[in-house]
């Protein structure tokens, strides 16, 4: 088993707002998780600790309930670790806020038989199958969304969790049930990544290439590799910049099974 992960913030003057990790239980298999803590608009949010601090909190919950709790689903560990973050601020925050701390979620979990997996928002899932044909499991809901929409602080705040609009992991538990799931068996699966958007951009915002030549980027150069190929063409001042963000955080893991 051959495990690789990196993670850049998008800029040296605020803290990284990503959070990956990757285990190998004592009981065997594996676990994958990767966030994308939302970065807030200017202004009040209601909570005094900040994305940062959510997405360590959020992550490492999910990271040791995927490893310790098989009897558990991939959806039922989100919603557990979703309201223990939650209650570790619920005395000191505004949880009601719409813009209460939140996270985009990639969890991978395989063991002998099977590969699970969960996506929430819009960070991406890549499957290799053995035969070399990459799937992209991803969770579009954002971008179904009109750009100019988006543009609007108020119209995409109204959008945040809402019916008809797009969802992640923040302090209600019940979102879980609107992630993208799955179970693949696991003589099916060659290797697995877990991209945020700011790593996913190679493919979904430059059209470096397709999935497939991302993974191939991954196993060669690994997930820094990954990371560098994106910010060189982030400066490259001929292409027009990124949306939203010229730079944003990227994370990228990469795992053989």
């Not at 919950?61 to 973050?85: P, Q």
């Not at 992630?179 to 951009?201: F, H, I, N």
Request: proline fraction near 5%.
């Amino acid at each position: 088993m051959r495990i690789d992960l990196a993670s850049a913030p998008g800029s040296e003057e605020r803290p990284n707002e990503d959070w990956v990790s990757a285990a190998i239980p004592a009981s065997g298999g594996g676990v994958l998780v990767a966030l994308d803590g939302v970065t807030p608009p200017k202004g009040e949010d209601g909570c005094v600790h900040g994305v940062p601090w959510f997405a360590t909190r959020l992550g490492g919950r999910l990271t040791e309930l995927s490893g310790s709790r098989r009897d558990m689903t991939l959806d039922r560990i989100l919603a557990e670790a979703v309201h223990a973050t939650a209650e570790a601020h619920r005395d000191t925050c505004d949880l009601s806020h719409v813009r209460t701390p939140q996270a985009t979620v990639v969890m991978v979990r395989w063991d002998e038989a099977h590969v699970e997996h969960l996506v929430l928002s819009d960070s991406v899932l890549l499957l290799q199958a053995p035969g070399g044909e990459v799937t992209a499991v991803l969770d579009d809901r954002l971008d179904r969304l009109p750009r100019e929409v988006l543009r609007s602080v108020a119209a995409t705040d109204a959008l945040r969790n809402a019916e008809g609009g797009f969802f992640t992991a923040a302090a209600d538990p019940a979102v879980a049930a609107r992630a993208v799931t799955g179970r693949t068996p696991r003589g099916q699966v060659r290797a697995v990544a877990a991209l945020t958007d700011g790593a996913s951009r190679w493919t979904d915002t430059f059209g470096e290439g397709d999935w497939t030549e991302c993974l191939a980027v991954l196993r060669k150069e690994g997930a820094q590799g990954l990371i560098g190929r994106v910010r060189a063409l982030e400066c490259d001042p001929a292409r027009p910049p990124a949306r939203y963000k010229r730079h944003d955080d990227a994370s990228a893991v990469y795992a053989e099974l």
